[in-house]
Nanobody
């Protein structure tokens, strides 16, 4: 098992940037895939970005070129750098860990992009 705690969300103007952090309660060296998902009001949760233990990344088409995911294994932390934010990026962002025992989620952090 693992507990995940997200931070870094907030209110930002269109075109602005934010960096989200997800800190795990245990070392993440053995967690192959970690990712960020988001859920906007009235919509299904969707994958934003994921990263493997070896650093392989995958992005949703809507964020490709604007967002960057990274993991710092010694710090048990995964980051999501978000640039050129748009109002349609407004959502609750969730950290995810894919373990053999199942999927684990953080509590989420709100990102609001508005002028």
């Amino acid at each position: 098992q693992v507990q995940l705690v997200e931070s870094g969300g907030g209110l930002v103007q269109p075109g602005g940037s934010l960096r989200l952090s997800c800190t795990a309660s245990r070392n993440i060296f053995s967690i192959n895939v970690m990712g960020w998902y988001r859920q906007a009001p009235g919509k299904q949760r969707e994958l934003v970005a994921s990263i493997t233990l070896r650093g392989g990344t995958n992005y949703a088409d809507s964020v490709q070129g604007r967002f960057a995911i990274a993991r710092d294994n010694p710090k048990n932390t995964v980051y999501l750098r978000m640039n050129s934010l748009k109002p349609e990026d407004t959502a609750v962002y969730y950290c995810n860990a894919d373990l053999i025992t199942g999927q684990y989620w953080g509590q989420g952090t709100q990102v609001t992009v508005s002028s």
